[in-house]
């Protein structure tokens, strides 16, 4: 069932999908206050492992030290090389790769070759900048704003859906990381994923056709939407519903899709969860990651063990092709965007992009006057010390 009755408002207009100053804020109002689901704790499961990635143009180190967590800004205070250019791997220290020198838990230095080169030694400047990072189930995200609400309080009500036997880790084993770059603002893409009416048109083969009305339920809020269906009972359903209990879990039948605003998106079957996120890379670029689960089950026996491994190469290889189905569409979008003279409409089906629009909106109006973000705070904090937290 659709909240509304009647068709919506279409709230932005074309050059909030183009300009660079709405880019510009979006980046301050939305993304830097937000948590970013980055990694798994299977990423970074022993202690010395770590990943980079860029997150927001700011380069990125995650490390478990001795199973404590933690983010650092992959840029050295020495003379700014990237502390690693690697995208992972396993080191006893920290160690920059230009130099040498070490770096402890806490960001501050240890050992130094040649320190006496650097005396009187300035002990605050030369302190990795850090970033507040913390786990939700299985998930690692980092934010790049020092201050603000923690983790807990930004899942907010999503927050046992995600975590816990049933969430992301769990019964759900980790199966694939994967990224792409689009050629569109981040909005096209995050948006096409909050309805199902463009279903018939741009998978046909895949999913056929959207559910409907009466199959199809929304729950709207301001900080997040859902949507959740049955989808219909067809081959691969049945063949789902047979490993799944074959797994020792529970059938629901069900599908969930859920948007944390502004872009983080959730969505699961009987058989596999999946986190999405689209971060915006420039007016008109973005970058999307996905983390993708599937289910292991509470059976520990030899067919369970094969059908977890099956299950896991076919989800990833049919998650993909439905994205690159999507995929397919977003040059059009952005290119229709930027000659567009109409105000565009929003369908009863298509509900929650209203309110992910409206989200939008209410969280950037009036930001150019409102004042910049310091410098310092979109590159961590200096301070050498952090909540540690264990993978
Ligand atoms: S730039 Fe890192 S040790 Fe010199
Ligand atoms: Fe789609």
Redesign the pocket.
Known sequence: MFTHQHHLRHLLRPEHYTSESHYRAELRHLFHPAWHPLATVGDLARPGDFLTLDLLDTPILLRNFDGELRAFLNV??????N?TTKLRGNTPRLK??????EFNKDGGTGKIPDARAFRPWDRENACLRQFRVDTCGDLVFVNLSNNGVSLREWIGPLWDVSSGEHGYGGVYRHAATWEKEFPCNWKVVLENSLESYHIPQVHPKTFKDFPDESLAWHELTDRFTSFRTIPPREFATRVQDWIVRRLGERVTDEYWHRVLHPHTTGSSLDSSRMLQCVFPTSPTTCRYRCLFFTLRGHRRNPLAWGLYRMLRTVAVMVAKKVFAEDAAIYQGVQHGMAASPHAGVIGTREERIYLFQKYVLDNTVGAAELPLVEQDESRGHLTCGARPVGP
Request: glycine share 8%; aromatic share 16%; with cysteine.
């Open positions: 050295c205070p020495h003379r700014h090389s502390l920059c790769q230009y130099h040498g020198w």
